[in-house]
């Protein structure tokens, strides 16, 4: 199993930026991808963005353009760069890892764009 601690959601005016970072730590020699979904209150989990170990990367086609997602496989670490958030872009980020097959989850950080 794979622990997931997320970081740095918090409040942002719209057009701003901010960084989410999520540290790996258990079973961690095998992780292959890693990403953010995120929530919104009543809706199903949304994929945002996805990185696998080799650097390929995957985004959903309402935040191309303006989220970037990096990885640093020696330390087990996915940050996910949002620039020109929206206030669609409010709810919950979660960080997940996919290791031998099984999908892991973080806690789910709080992201508002709201002026």
């Known amino acids: 199993q794979v622990q997931l601690v997320e970081s740095g959601g918090g409040l942002v005016q719209p057009g701003g930026s901010l960084r989410l970072s999520c540290a790996a730590s258990?079973?961690?020699?095998?992780?292959?991808?890693m990403g953010w979904y995120r929530q919104a209150p009543g809706n199903q989990r949304d994929l945002v963005a996805r990185i696998t170990s080799g650097g390929n990367t995957k985004y959903a086609d309402s935040v191309k353009g303006r989220f970037t997602i990096s990885r640093d496989n020696a330390k087990n670490v996915v940050q996910l760069q949002m620039n020109s958030l929206k206030a669609e872009d409010t709810t919950v980020y979660y960080c997940?890892?996919?290791?031998?097959?099984?999908?892991?989850w973080g806690q789910g950080t709080q992201v508002t764009v709201s002026s």
């Open positions: 258990g079973s961690i020699s095998s992780i292959n991808v």
């Open positions: 997940f890892a996919v290791n031998r097959g099984m999908q892991d």
